[in-house]
């Protein structure tokens, strides 16, 4: 499956955006979806994860209760709302997919698939 993440730009601090991530040549419904950001100099990092039906979300302490990742799997999307951003939310977003018939995971390595990057830049 190739997943493609859009959706990144420029926004102050306390704006929103709204991160897509399009799946083609595969269904989506057959993976649990995660999104992951690398800002400048640092590691990639978990940020959200949702089960392939959209029954279960696990977020990072960091981004808990700003933001909220959801999926259309008629669309074969997935989304990451991002509200009340702070300029430390600066970085590059990945999304990936995981196959279903595993948990739904939190590192890098359990996924599969991933996307090339968006990149969403938060100015104080």
């Known amino acids: 499956v190739q997943l493609q993440a859009s959706g990144g730009g420029l926004v102050q601090a306390g704006g929103s955006l709204r991160l897509s991530c399009a799946a083609s040549g595969g269904t989506l419904s057959r993976y649990h979806m995660g999104w992951f950001r690398q800002a400048p100099g640092k590691e990639r990092e978990f940020v959200a994860a949702?089960?392939?039906?959209?029954?279960?979300?696990y977020y990072a302490d960091s981004v808990k209760g700003r933001f909220t990742i959801s999926r259309d799997n008629a669309k074969n999307t997935g989304y990451l709302q991002m509200n009340n951003l702070k300029p430390e939310d600066t970085a590059v977003y990945y999304c990936?997919?995981?196959?279903?018939?595993?948990?739904?995971?939190?590192?890098?390595?359990?996924?599969?698939?991933w996307g090339q990057g968006t990149l969403v830049t938060v100015s104080s």
């Open positions: 949702v089960s392939w039906s959209g029954g279960r979300t």
């Open positions: 990936a997919c995981r196959r279903s018939n595993y948990g739904l995971g939190l590192t890098e390595s359990d996924y599969d698939y």
